[in-house]
């Protein structure tokens, strides 16, 4: 399989958080900045300009997210791998069980983009925006971090839904960034799924249709809802393509590798 190569720096901000869409990008995204706005400007940038997608919190604080051009939208062969620049610069790769993420991701395309209309089954063996480019995105990163471990940490949605606390901390840490004890629990209260959830619900974002759950961004907010959501067969079919993978024997198997 040839993939493509990104020989050029295509993102300038020089702290990143890299991952494919529906893994809880977003939620890790505005604590990081509102923390980080808090340590360097002494203010709260959630109640004076808002946060996400500001195009000043982007600049003064040179600190983004990307999905690292649309590899829910190629094939396996198609997806962008980072250039040897990129260790020169600060990069979360946040991940969550493949299988929750194409659930999530069916349904916000379905649902919420309305872009999609075939089953679940169907989506998670499209050629473009299936298991298998979610898996070569994955694994891309997985290397990446192997091989820069001093400038690129992988976190786990898992983690973040179970010890926010504590994997917040490690990523403050890691950039480098002092802050408040009580502000950062005050910041994870804040960004709850259970308060996302409702201001959404208050104030629906465009493509949230109030009464319909799979059409909010904050949709579920579950660890492992893959298992109500799959049929038996399309778990099966999950499990044989992500089981001889290492990432996945290592982070949801147990296995040591």
Avoid at 23 to 34: A, D, E, F, K, P
Avoid at 87 to 100: E, G, N, S, T
Avoid at 108 to 117: A, V
Avoid at 177 to 197: H, P, R, V, Y
Wanted: aromatic share 14%; charged share 25%.
């Amino acid at each position: 399989m040839i993939l493509k190569k990104n020989k050029n720096v295509d993102i300038s901000e020089n702290n990143i958080i890299v991952a494919y869409p529906r893994t809880g990008s977003s939620w890790l995204y505005q604590m990081i900045v509102r923390l980080w706005w808090m340590s360097k400007y002494n203010e709260d940038c959630f109640e004076k300009i808002g946060i996400e997608f500001n195009p000043e919190v982007r600049g003064k604080l040179d600190f983004t997210k990307t999905h690292f051009f649309d590899p829910h939208l190629k094939q396996p062969k198609e997806i962008v791998i980072p250039s040897q620049t990129y260790a020169q610069k600060k990069v979360i790769f946040l991940f969550r069980d493949p299988r929750d993420t194409i659930v999530s991701l069916y349904h916000f395309r379905k649902d919420r983009r309305k872009n999609y209309s075939s089953s679940i089954s169907s989506f998670i063996r499209e050629k473009k925006g299936g298991i298998d480019s979610l898996i070569t995105f994955y694994s891309i990163w997985f290397d990446y971090q192997k091989k820069y471990p001093d400038s690129a940490m992988y976190l786990s949605y898992e983690m973040l839904h179970k010890n926010t606390h504590k994997e917040l901390n490690r990523c403050m840490d890691f950039l480098g960034i002092n802050c408040d004890a009580d502000f950062l629990c005050n910041t994870i209260e804040l960004f709850s799924f259970k308060q996302s959830f409702s201001k959404e619900m208050e104030n629906p974002h465009r493509g949230t249709e109030v009464g319909n759950v799979n059409s909010f961004h904050n949709r579920k907010g579950v660890v492992g809802s893959y298992e109500q959501e799959l049929d038996k067969e399309s778990i099966s079919y999950l499990n044989k393509k992500l089981e001889p993978i290492k990432f996945f024997q290592k982070h949801y198997m147990g296995i040591n590798v």
